[in-house]
């Protein structure tokens, strides 16, 4: 024999194993549902999961297994990941903010056996109960509640389930490509669609995901993962703060902006994680109550397009640098991150901001590339000019959905996300729009990314959504829909004329709708479907058609 190295699963289990041994004392903060806080550690949080284990042993639940939660960003429900995970079954988080109809559909279609849900979903779950095909056990993830057992009179208080518990588990050694946790994609088209990442495939995201150029996780990190722990596992945050050792902050049910300031300044929370209308809302309160944030270093962006007055106003009033980040659900999700390299260091503040607004490049363990998708995926330039298909593949992207026979790859393995985007040369992704939300004026397209950026450096607009509207010369127009910042006026007219030189004549919108508040979707994106839907014949209607 040549040699030979230790082969060492990769595995979840010791993951939390890790924090526990090495950064037990490492604190978690938790908001609870009910309003109360818990102040917890890595080393408690290891033993509860290991009783919530020894729990679903003796509730009969085996290797493979599917369950389920509906539930907040909160120690329970972190316990729940790993003595799930950790024991060989999968974790299904569910988006609370599907519709019942949805929720039924997932819970039967992962064939959950059990369900863990706040007590604030408990009118949800009485909706749907009687739907669910498979699920044998309601856990309600409180103590004792007789409001609740009045109304699930078999329901499972978590605290029972738990505290009655040893703490003594061996974590089995699985195969690492056992599966581990299971998301839906939000189904905007069809039904949803669920990825079921494994051991190995969460163990290498967290390891990326904590490397420098991408989100620099350490041991001395506070972080706070504002993104729902059921929106592509809070992209992996929970994992890898374990992995690093990094103390967490769990904002539970309050994600507005007054609640998340003041729950950064009180944890010192150096990292933050979220989309960017949660970004918009911790800014507006900031500056409300005068806070400077002084613990936040770096907040990380993701999930929609991350206008540059958010970046600047970041970096220029709370000295925090804003990364951004691009991913979905089918890639774990991280498929790029925006850190500059050593050849943009001595560019000018304003050049930075450039670099940095785009959604940054790819992490060791994927790959990226733009096709034309019309003809074949043929491969398009790097140039940082020619936009197309964006397709990745690499360590911890899907394969197969859940309970799809056929695989969801092009027939060379890639697969395609869906978005449109240009590459250039050192790999930096410039994400222009979602194939759907395309505005194809002429047989040109414009980009909606650039025209709701600009909208947005207004003053006066707190966000954008740029939509195409029908027209009966060009195919489609692009219309504005605008969100104003409160006690702020513009007319449509000045939106329009603030587009004046700074992109080419043809792009700019034909109309700008104000409107009190602009639709969001469960996970914060813009709902631009139901926008299409209202205003899709704005143009037509009110004559705008030359
Ligand atoms: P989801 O699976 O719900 O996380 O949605 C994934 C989609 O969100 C991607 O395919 C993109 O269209 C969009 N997205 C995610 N991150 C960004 C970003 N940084 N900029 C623009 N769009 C993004």
């Excluded at 599917?66 to 990941?81: S, Y």
């Excluded at 995970?85 to 279609?109: A, K």
């Excluded at 029908?470 to 449509?492: C, F, M, S, Y």
């Amino acid at each position: 024999m040549l040699g030979k190295m230790m082969h060492r699963p990769l595995l979840i289990s010791h993951l939390i194993q890790h924090a526990a041994r090495y950064h037990g004392d490492t604190v978690i903060t938790s908001r609870e549902t009910d309003g109360s806080t818990t102040v917890t550690n890595w080393a408690k949080l290891h033993d509860n999961s290991k009783r919530l284990a020894n729990a679903l042993a003796a509730l009969g639940l085996e290797q493979g297994d599917r369950v389920a939660t509906i539930a907040w960003n909160n120690r329970r429900h972190l316990e729940i990941w790993y003595g799930v995970s950790g024991s060989g079954m999968v974790c299904h988080t569910i988006n609370p903010r599907l519709f019942p109809q949805q929720i039924i559909y997932v819970i039967n279609d992962a064939e959950d056996q059990v369900l863990f849900f706040e007590k604030t979903f408990l009118p949800l779950v009485i909706g749907v109960k009687e739907h669910l095909k498979t699920v044998k056990h309601f856990v309600c993830m409180t103590a004792p509640d007789e409001e609740v057992r009045a109304q699930i009179p078999e329901v499972i208080f978590y605290d029972d389930l738990v505290d009655n518990q040893s703490a003594e588990f061996d974590w089995p050694e699985l195969d690492e490509n056992a599966p581990s946790s299971l998301c839906y994609t939000s189904g905007t088209t069809g039904n949803p669609k669920g990825v079921l990442y494994t051991n190995r495939t969460t163990v290498l995201h967290s390891f990326c995901i904590s490397l420098p150029d991408s989100i620099s996780l350490s041991a001395t990190d506070v972080v706070l993962p504002v993104v729902p722990m059921f929106h592509a596992n809070a992209w992996g945050l929970p994992y890898a703060a374990a992995m690093v050792g990094a103390a967490v902050s769990l904002p539970g049910p309050n994600l507005d902006g007054h609640s998340l300031a003041s729950l950064i300044d009180k944890d010192g929370v150096t990292l933050a994680v979220g989309v960017p209308t949660i970004w918009q809302t911790l800014l507006a309160a900031a500056k409300e109550t005068g806070t400077k944030l002084p613990s936040l270093k770096r907040n990380v962006v993701g999930g929609s397009s991350c206008p540059s007055s958010m970046i600047r106003t970041f970096h220029n009033d709370f000295d925090c640098e804003t990364l951004h980040a691009w991913g979905m659900t089918e890639t774990s999700p991280l498929g790029s991150a925006n850190q500059l390299k050593a050849k943009h260091k001595d560019l000018s503040d304003e050049d930075k901001l450039k670099v940095r607004l785009s959604q940054g490049r790819p992490p060791f363990g994927v790959e990226l590339r733009i096709v034309d998708a019309e003809k074949n995926n043929k491969l398009l330039p790097n140039d940082g000019k020619t936009p197309g298909n964006v397709q990745i593949r690499g360590y911890w992207i899907v394969d197969t959905y859940f309970n799809k026979e056929q695989s969801a790859l092009e027939p060379d393995g890639w697969f395609d996300t869906g978005d449109i985007a240009t590459l250039n040369e050192d790999g930096y992704l410039m994400i222009r729009d979602r194939a759907k939300d395309l505005i194809k004026s002429g047989g040109e397209w414009i980009s909606s990314v650039e025209l709701e950026d600009i909208a947005t450096t207004h003053p006066a607009v707190a966000s954008a959504a740029a939509i195409a509207a029908n027209h009966p010369k060009w195919d489609e127009r692009p219309v504005i829909i605008a969100q104003l910042e409160p006690g702020h006026e513009v007319t449509e007219q000045e939106l329009i004329d603030h587009y004046l030189g700074k992109i080419a004549k043809w792009q700019i919108p034909n109309a700008v709708v104000l409107v009190d508040a602009i639709p969001i979707s469960g996970t914060g994106k813009m709902l631009k479907k139901d926008l299409r839907e209202q205003y899709g014949n704005l143009l037509i209607e009110r004559g705008l058609v030359d």
